[in-house]
């Protein structure tokens, strides 16, 4: 129930499209989902974040759809560009309210966006 | 931007050895966190500490981890006798009002 799962595992995309990545999860005490980026050889750097109370924030390319009654949320970048070649993970917390907040990460998807 | 600092970069250790990897919060956070990643695999959370306690750890967390908060700046994560299965990178992070903030981590290495 811990679990927070994410597809696809690899993605390529050509320079100025779409790059759409999935995440289901199934705690329901769950009250904080961001998206973190990840360059080789450097920590995940939080990308975009939301809160189940809104189904939708978009910050300049990145967008993140939120699903709650599927228990869903993807990260959606607009114009795709080279520089967004990193891995993502999307992640999930009971952070609202709880001393731990510890972070449940999915998998990870290696986005390769081709010139 | 304040950041999380995290020394060493990299530590090669002997199987059996004791490591200490260190982290420096950010200053106002309260929140601090270790997370480990094996090659190749997702972040998984270790353990969390707030209020100079332990306040959550994962199974991975067992007897021979310990984290401390020696003074108000410095939090380390200790492992008393490695495996080689410790292999992986050690990100520290801190949380304030506006999130997690990492480091860039700790690749250890047992050989």
């Known amino acids: 129930q811990q679990q927070v799962k994410q597809s696809p595992q690899s993605l390529i995309v050509q320079k100025g499209g779409i790059s759409i990545i999935n995440c289901a999860y199934e705690?329901?005490?769950?009250?904080?989902f961001p998206w973190y980026q990840q360059f080789p050889g450097k920590g995940p750097a939080l990308l975009i974040a939301?809160?189940?109370?809104?189904s939708e924030k978009k910050e300049g390319r990145f967008t993140i759809s939120f699903n709650k009654s599927a228990k869903q949320f993807s990260l959606h970048i607009m114009d795709s560009q080279p520089g967004d070649s990193a891995t993502y993970f999307c992640?999930?917390?009971?952070?609202?309210?709880?001393?731990?907040?510890?972070?449940?990460f999915g998998q990870g998807t290696e986005l390769s966006v081709k010139p | 931007e304040p950041e999380v600092t995290q020394t060493p970069s990299h530590q090669v250790t002997q199987m059996g050895q004791e490591v200490i990897l260190r982290c420096v919060p950010i200053?106002?956070?309260?929140?601090f966190y270790w997370y480990r990643q094996i090659l190749g695999q997702k972040v998984e959370f270790l353990v969390s500490?707030?209020?100079?306690?332990?306040?959550?750890k994962s199974e991975i967390f067992d007897d021979q981890f310990s984290v401390e908060r020696p003074d108000g700046s410095n939090f380390t994560l200790k492992i008393r006798s490695t495996k080689l299965e410790d292999s992986a990178m050690y990100f520290c992070?801190?949380?304030?009002?506006?999130?997690?903030?990492f480091g860039s981590g700790t690749r250890l290495t047992v050989v």
């Open positions: 992070a801190s949380r304030g009002g506006g999130g997690y903030t």
């Open positions: 705690n329901t005490a769950f009250d904080y």
């Open positions: 939301i809160r189940p109370d809104v």
């Open positions: 992640a999930a917390s009971g952070a609202r309210g709880d001393q731990g907040g510890k972070l449940i």
């Open positions: 200053s106002n956070h309260l929140y």
């Open positions: 500490f707030y209020n100079n306690e332990i306040s959550e």
